[in-house]
């Protein structure tokens, strides 16, 4: 099976604490990519970055980490000192090959966040 | 602003009719994605068009049918409609052929749809 599974469905924290969202991918691919977006509130989903599946760095782009590890198949997103402004739905989703040699996105179920002040 | 747009923003409408939805790419994109978000079903990828012909399909239903046209817009029509086929309808761009499955899509706002 090739699925993508975000187990935090809703979080809460309080301004300023550090938060890990978990996803946990399933293909049987070589090749593939995975992908964190953001859905404010606003409703619009947002690219965070892009991973694939030969570039195991962790990443970090201000506030934002991304711990990608092959062995347990995890690609877990941090965000440190947490703000209001983070509020909102994140997605991890996983770009496998699909029939006809086509590519697929396969989207996780989301982990609503709250940053309260 | 990901400069991609959708119209219309809100759909009210009746089990059994049919609509349109509208959405325009990008400037300089020539790939077109359709989503539909739903509470129960999550992110779903329904059909890709690359510079007007179909390029994917996902999971859609074939009382939904989309195309592209020449100004590279695209239509999702939805027929027969049911209420379970309220959810929030997105689109999303990108440049090539593929590109949206290698790196980042575009999203429009949405349009929610409602089935009475």
């Known amino acids: 099976a090739q699925k993508v599974t975000q187990a935090q469905t809703e979080i809460s924290v309080v301004e300023k604490e550090d938060v890990t969202l978990d996803c946990v991918y399933e293909t049987r691919d070589t090749t593939y990519y995975l992908f964190w977006y953001k859905q404010p509130p606003s409703g619009e989903l947002v690219f965070l970055i892009r991973r694939n599946s030969f570039d195991e760095q962790n990443e970090i782009s201000g506030r934002y980490s991304w711990n990608f590890q092959k062995s347990t198949s995890s690609f877990n997103f941090t965000i440190t000192a947490s703000q209001v402004v983070d509020s909102a739905v994140y997605f991890c989703?996983?770009?496998?090959?699909?029939?006809?040699?086509?590519?697929?996105?396969?989207w996780g179920l989301g982990t609503s966040l709250a940053v309260n002040p | 602003d990901s400069g991609v747009t959708q119209t219309p923003k809100h759909l009210i409408t009746a089990t059994g009719q049919r609509v349109t939805l509208r959405c325009s790419p990008r400037s300089g994109d020539l790939s077109v994605y359709w989503y539909q978000q739903s509470l129960d079903q999550g992110l779903q990828f329904l059909i890709q068009?690359?510079?007007?012909?179909?390029?994917a399909k996902g999971n859609i239903l074939e009382r939904f049918s989309a195309q592209q046209f020449p100004d590279l817009h695209s239509e999702l029509n939805l027929s027969s409609l049911e209420l379970g086929d309220s959810a929030l309808y997105f689109c999303a761009s990108s440049v090539g052929t593929s590109s949206g499955f290698y790196n980042e899509q575009f999203f429009g706002p949405g349009t929610r749809l409602t089935v009475l």
């Open positions: 068009y690359y510079n007007g012909e179909e390029r």
């Open positions: 989703a996983l770009s496998v090959l699909n029939a006809g040699n086509n590519r697929k996105l396969i």
